[in-house]
């Protein structure tokens, strides 16, 4: 007999004269009750043993953490907070689990502990929660850009250009570290490497994805990024998963409107198709806020916070506005930021941005048009001569979420720019020919999947909406 998943036996219609569960106990009480979880929902499904007729030894192996199958009929439970229970007639142990040893014991335990035990931390309420609502996510992500029209592209993951300046580069090399070949004067010599040039992780696709999109028209990547920043920090994780859409013909504006309409998308459509876990996360969230200062309280409960970006606009405002602002706030001219705003062209740090967003605007912020020399060399410049097309998407309790500009598209003063930062212009020959045959105005935007997961799920520590999180002294499993 084909096993049902608890979901499925949870939202019967009817009672069911005979199925059968699998899945793992979660606790086992009085002798006669099973919670069983198999991870197609938050909810248990409580399963009533006929501990008379069980034998001892079967009973003593229903420990946390077993697997167990359960053949009986699917019931109204008479227990509250559940429409149906499981009258087992026959139980089964698939695989023991050492009760003692077991380290998701049910009771509260530590992120950090749990961080430590990622390979079972998933076997929790929290967790399970969190990676079926980052699943929904991802599928969210492709289905808005595939009903769209967008092409879904691969970029590679090795990269040979090292121009892309987002972040620090993890090198990828075959050459042995001992008696590594040397040029005469000296330098590891990548001629004799796997590549025959030196090549790195990728730290974005975008430079790749903005050749696709100038004969695609509109092209998205979603795929594993990498930076070997030594920042540890809570929104920052060596290998994460970004999502660069990028569109001919798109400026600033409707560049913006992409990403405010993509994330409030992806935000609706999680909230539908994972109310259970949504709602858990939420309660779980309270339960954490009650052990904060009030101060420190956020001051909405999840799904409200995730009702509110779906129901008001992003407020868009220049980087000019923003320094204007910042310069005359209160933690700013009393000092209480570690980085005093002084002057335009000041690059703004988390904690200002964190500022406009939850204490001054109190809702998702788009910053514009910021300072040439802070942003990346292949922004479009303003007529200003000093601004460029950049867009930074700011969120309550992140920070920065979405990271964007229009393009240079003239070819003589993105040549020019790089020529002043020092960037090869050999070594970008391919991303310049875009420049040369047939170039246009177009777009795109990077969005930090992990950063997006944290939002809605109201997280506050990266490596916890990532599977096996990696960051600067740590990659276990
Ligand atoms: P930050 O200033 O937060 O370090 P960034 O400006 O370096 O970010 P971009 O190069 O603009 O980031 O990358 C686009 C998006 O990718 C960011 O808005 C963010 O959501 C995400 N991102 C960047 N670096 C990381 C990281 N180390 N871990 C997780 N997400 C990241
Ligand atoms: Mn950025």
């Given amino acids: 007999m084909r096993h049902t998943k608890v979901k499925d036996l949870l939202n019967s219609t009817t ?7 699998k899945g793992w106990v979660r606790t086992f009480r009085n002798n006669q009750f099973i919670a069983l979880n198999d991870g197609s929902t938050i ?28 053949t009986g009929t699917l019931v109204e439970s008479k227990g509250a907070g559940q429409k149906f229970e499981i009258q087992v007639s026959k139980l089964e142990i698939l695989g023991d689990s050492d009760a003692e040893k077991f380290p998701m014991q ?18 929790t309420n929290a967790f399970g929660a969190i990676m079926r609502v980052r699943s929904v996510l991802s599928f969210a992500v492709h289905n808005y850009f595939q009903q769209k029209g967008f092409v879904y592209v691969n970029t590679p993951i090795i990269t040979g250009s090292d121009a892309e300046g987002a972040g620090e580069m993890f090198k990828v090399t075959a050459l042995p570290f001992d008696n590594t070949p040397r040029t005469e004067d000296g330098k590891v010599n990548y001629k004799e490497d796997f590549f025959g040039k030196e090549t790195n992780l990728t730290v974005s696709g975008q430079l790749e994805g903005e050749t696709f999109a100038m004969a695609l028209g509109q092209i998205y990547t979603f795929g594993p990024t990498f930076r070997a920043e030594n920042s540890n920090t809570s929104r920052h994780l060596a290998e994460f998963w970004m999502i660069e859409p990028e569109v001919a013909f798109n400026d600033l504006n409707d560049n913006m409107d992409l990403a405010e309409d ?26 954490e806020e009650k052990s904060k200062p009030q101060a420190e309280r956020s001051e909405m409960p999840l799904l409200e916070k995730l009702s509110f970006v779906l129901e008001n606009n992003f407020k868009r405002v220049s980087y000019t506005e923003a320094i204007d602002i910042l310069r005359d706030c209160t933690p700013n001219k009393k000092k209480k930021f570690n980085y005093i705003i002084n002057e335009w062209g000041a690059d703004l740090q988390s904690e200002h941005e964190r500022y406009l967003v939850e204490k001054h605007f109190k809702c998702p912020v788009i910053l514009f048009d910021y300072p040439a020399n802070i942003k990346a060399f292949y922004m479009r410049l303003n007529e200003d001569g000093k601004t460029v097309r950049a867009m930074d998407i700011l969120f309550p309790g ?19 720019k790089m020529k002043a930062l020092g960037i090869d212009e050999e070594e970008l ?16 935007f990077g969005l930090g999947f ?23 002294g740590s990659a276990e499993f």
């Fill in 15 to 21: 009672t069911l004269h005979e199925v059968n569960a």
């Fill in 43 to 70: 909810n248990n499904i409580q399963c009533v043993v006929d501990f008379e007729n069980t034998p001892d030894e079967t009973l003593k192996r229903v420990t946390t953490g077993a697997a167990v199958s359960v």
């Fill in 106 to 123: 049910p009771k509260k335990h530590s992120l950090e502990f749990l961080r430590e035990n990622a390979h079972l931390r998933v076997r």
């Fill in 262 to 287: 993509f994330i409030q998308y992806v935000i609706k459509y999680t909230m539908e198709k994972c109310q259970d876990d949504l709602k858990f996360l939420e309660g779980r969230l309270l339960e």
């Fill in 398 to 416: 992140i920070g920065e979420i979405v990271g964007g500009s229009q393009r240079e598209e003239r070819f003589d003063v993105l040549v020019e």
């Fill in 429 to 444: 020959w391919w991303y310049l020919d875009t420049r040369r045959f047939g170039s246009a105005v177009h777009s795109g």
């Fill in 450 to 472: 992990e950063r997006l997961v944290l939002f809605v799920t109201g997280m506050t520590n990266i490596r916890d909406v990532i599977p096996f999180p990696r960051t600067p």
